[in-house]
């Protein structure tokens, strides 16, 4: 059983910074594709931002300029750093995975049960 597990979070002050971590857990084989989404209260899932496996990442305009996201294979890790927070980035943030799992030859999409960041002075 594959999981995706999120750490970090929580509640920052506008203009602030907070980090996001994400693993892999399980019969994980391989990650190809690494990412962050976002949903807000009322609204649709959207993407944030993504991170292939040689470690080139990709931002939504909403984010660009003030997120990072990085990668660590060896623990099958994805981290989200997201710097001068705005009240609009107030959301519950999902981790999702293109992974392989031990024994398969094919990717599977997962997700994490998400976590929340909420901006507020």
């Known amino acids: 059983q594959v999981q995706l597990v999120e750490s970090g979070g929580g509640r920052v002050q506008p203009g602030g910074a907070v980090g996001l971590s994400c693993r892999g857990t399980g019969n994980v084989a391989n990650i190809r594709m690494m990412g962050w989404y976002r949903q807000k209260v009322g609204e649709g899932r959207e993407w944030i931002a993504d991170?292939?496996?040689?470690?080139?990442?990709t931002y939504a305009a909403p984010v660009r300029g003030r997120a990072r996201v990085t990668r660590d294979d060896d623990r099958n890790a994805a981290y989200l750093e997201l710097r001068n927070v705005e009240v609009g980035d107030t959301a519950r943030y999902y981790c999702?995975?293109?992974?392989?799992?031990?024994?398969?030859?094919?990717?599977?999409?997962?997700w994490g049960q998400g976590i929340e960041i909420t901006v507020s002075g």
């Open positions: 999702h995975a293109n992974v392989l799992r031990t024994g398969s030859d094919t990717y599977e999409e997962f």
């Open positions: 991170i292939t496996k040689p470690g080139v990442a």
